[in-house]
Nanobody, 127 residues
Framework: QVQLIESGGGLVQAGGSLSLSCAAS????????MGWFRQAPGKEREIVAVISPSGVNTYYADSVQGRFTISRNNARNTVYLQMDSLKPEDTCVYYC????????????????????WGQGTQVTVSS
């Protein structure tokens, strides 16, 4: 089992920045592909950004490309999401996700490819 604890959500004005963190435990972190997803009320969960176990490979949703940055520190068992130039439409609950891998250094982009999820953290962007 993998436990994921997110932190860093909150309220920010449009154009501002927030940084999310997700601390993982229970498995060797460097074997986990990690991702950030988000979900608005009444909508399906969608990808924000994902990163491969080594951190070399990343993938972003078109809606956040150029504004958000995903990174990881394997020594600290933590994945980060730096969110800049935030827009009101970024308002969502943000979830950290993990997928166990063995020999792949892929960044997995689909919700269904992840085995473990955090409890979510609310991000609210006011106009």
């Amino acid at each position: 089992q993998v436990q994921l604890i997110e932190s860093g959500g909150g309220l920010v004005q449009a154009g501002g920045s927030l940084s999310l963190s997700c601390a993982a435990s229970g498995r060797t972190f460097s074997t986990l592909a990690m991702g950030w997803f988000r979900q608005a009320p009444g909508k399906e969960r969608e990808i924000v950004a994902v990163i491969s176990p080594s951190g070399v490979n990343t993938y972003y949703a078109d809606s956040v490309q150029g504004r958000f940055t995903i990174s990881r520190n394997n020594a600290r068992n933590t994945v980060y999401l730096q969110m800049d130039s935030l827009k009101p439409e970024d308002t969502c609950v943000y979830y950290c996700a993990a997928r166990s891998t063995r020999y792949s250094d892929s960044a997995y982009s689909r919700v269904g490819e992840y085995d473990y999820w955090g409890q979510g953290t609310q991000v609210t962007v006011s106009s």
